[in-house]
């Protein structure tokens, strides 16, 4: 079509709509309590086999991560490229590359790049006579039952926990930010980044899964892995550029973050969610067009893919989205939740929310409201006015944390897009602050980073004071889908005391039925896209 695919009105034609639930942090809020880790372990992972898994972990940044270096892709081959003729591949490597290595991949992270498990020798405790001596419980490895001492951890780095020695491996420090970065306690910067599966809409797991166990559920977008089809290849773990993939060493199953989909079907929150200490999490469905997932995943500049997949995203507020949407079969109440949706207005309609290493090609669909460091603290130190927007906008550039680190993480490196969204959350607070002390405001501020007074308070009410129905806008799922899964005998696999599974009950909604078939093709029924060269 002339005009780069779009028709006479100047817009581009809608191709097929799909719902995705997803998810946007305000790193501002979160104070690294865990919180969300430990309930999620409860949930998911407190089980044989799992014990060094964590779906959700919180991470002190600057420090490299959990696993170690999981950011390094040179390392570790995670998510997608391009090719010399522009073709989106898989970073692990083609389909012989991966069948050569199908009984030894070199490129998975070993037990001590997460951590050995360990438990505790109480029994000497509770059995020791009494004497002058203090008994001690000598730690105990999970996985071989041997003593062993403690030197990593899933949270080991902690608040700066061992930042001189460790920190400076952080993938995301280079060039001139190793020698801007400072591992003293009063010279660095610190703050706390939470992880779980990034449920993409081209997730790199999926296509590299050679027996079709990994998919992305048509209703929702959530990526799930089918215990019955896995058979243990491990190439999904390697394909995630974000490490969140774990092999559960019981069953040599693959297992991931499931985005507690029970409880989305259900209208609830996720766990990590619903126990958030900061309240500092948002659920809420997105459209998006899934025809243009593989041109978005494509662009020749990795600073473009942020606003590509931005544009991927559609207005549910538009007639003519809601009229392919609902000839997709997305329901009145999912168009409903659309519309109110904060990760909708954080993206899209304030776009504060960043995704988490756009470069990697997987479009993300778990953002980030980057952290300002206390901005009139930098005002103050600089001799400036506190009330003078220039004097502030001014110091976003002299913040505690390097505008060039959080490019790093958020925008491939793209420091302006950073500073404009720091910019907008300092005016923000400013007028808010300006208000609060019983003045007027500061509309010149606002009006500098593209604010009206209302989206100002809109904005401040959502990131402030939103209450639990404006932060989690889920929306069941529907029981008359069920009725096609009614007649299966398959349920989820449960441990037994011998590490084999068991059945009982139905299948949670989605599992076995609505999935994509292991040989569909990118315009089929979900919007992975293929490597150049089929994916098997």
Not at 403 to 428: I, N, P, S
Not at 471 to 492: K, Q
Request: aromatic share 8%.
């Amino acid at each position: 079509m002339p005009g780069g695919g779009r028709n006479e009105t100047g817009k581009r034609p809608i191709g097929r709509v799909m719902a995705q639930v997803a998810m946007v942090m305000n790193l501002d809020k979160c104070i690294g309590c865990h919180t969300c880790s430990v309930t999620c372990k409860q949930t998911w992972t407190n089980r044989t086999g799992v014990e060094y898994a964590w779906f959700n972990n919180v991470e002190t940044k600057p420090g490299v991560g959990y696993p170690r270096r999981y950011e390094d892709q040179e390392r570790w081959r995670g998510g997608w490229r391009l090719d010399r003729r522009g073709r989106l591949v898989l970073r692990s490597g083609g389909r012989l590359r991966r069948l050569a290595s199908l009984f030894s991949n070199p490129d998975l992270p070993a037990i001590d790049d997460y951590y050995e498990p360990v438990t505790y020798d109480y029994d000497t405790l509770l059995t020791a006579p009494a004497g002058q001596d203090v008994p001690v419980a000598r730690p105990r490895s999970v996985l071989t039952g041997r003593p062993t001492s403690i030197t990593w951890g899933a949270n080991w780095e902690d608040g700066l926990g061992g930042a001189p020695q460790n920190a400076g491996a952080d993938p995301n420090l280079r060039g001139d930010l190793v020698e801007k970065v400072r591992f003293s306690f009063e010279q660095t910067f610190m703050f706390h980044l939470p992880r779980l599966c990034e449920h993409c809409l081209n997730p790199a797991c999926v296509s590299a899964c050679p027996s079709g166990a990994m998919y992305k559920r048509v209703e929702d977008g959530i990526v799930l892995v089918d215990q019955d089809r896995c058979r243990g290849w491990r190439m999904c773990v390697t394909a995630c550029p974000y490490k969140k993939v774990y092999v559960n060493h019981a069953t040599g199953k693959a297992e991931k973050c499931t985005f507690c989909f029970p409880r989305i079907e259900a209208g609830q929150p996720t766990v990590c969610s619903e126990t958030c200490v900061g309240r500092l999490r948002y659920l809420g469905v997105v459209l998006y067009d899934a025809d243009r997932v593989g041109e978005a995943a494509s662009v020749a500049d990795e600073q473009d893919l942020l606003d590509a997949q931005r544009e991927l995203f559609l207005d549910p507020e538009d007639p003519e989205v809601a009229a392919a949407a609902r000839a997709s079969g997305i329901t009145e109440d999912w168009l409903d939740a659309a519309r109110r949706s904060p990760v909708r207005a954080l993206v899209s309609r304030f776009r504060v929310a960043l995704p988490l290493h756009p470069e990697y090609r997987t479009l993300p669909m778990v953002w980030y409201v980057p952290p300002l460091s206390p901005v009139l603290d930098a005002v103050g130190e600089a001799g400036g006015d506190s009330g003078d927007p220039d004097h502030v906008f001014a110091a976003v550039t002299r913040l505690r944390i390097p505008l060039e680190y959080l490019a790093e993480l958020f925008t491939a490196g793209d420091a302006d897009v950073v500073a404009g969204v720091l910019m907008k959350l300092t005016a923000l607070r400013s007028h808010m602050r300006e208000r609060t002390l019983g003045g007027e405001g500061l509309p010149g501020a606002l009006e500098a980073v593209g604010l009206s007074p209302r989206d100002a308070e809109d904005l401040h009410r959502l990131l402030a004071v939103a209450k639990y129905a404006d932060r989690y806008v889920v929306p069941a799922a529907h029981r008359e889908d069920a009725a096609a899964l009614s007649a299966l005998e398959e349920g989820c696999p449960v441990e037994t005391a011998g590490g084999g599974p068991v059945r009982g009950g139905k299948v949670m909604l989605g599992l076995p039925t609505l999935r994509r078939r292991a040989d569909a093709p990118h315009t089929g029924t979900h919007p992975v896209a293929r490597p150049a060269g089929g994916t098997r």
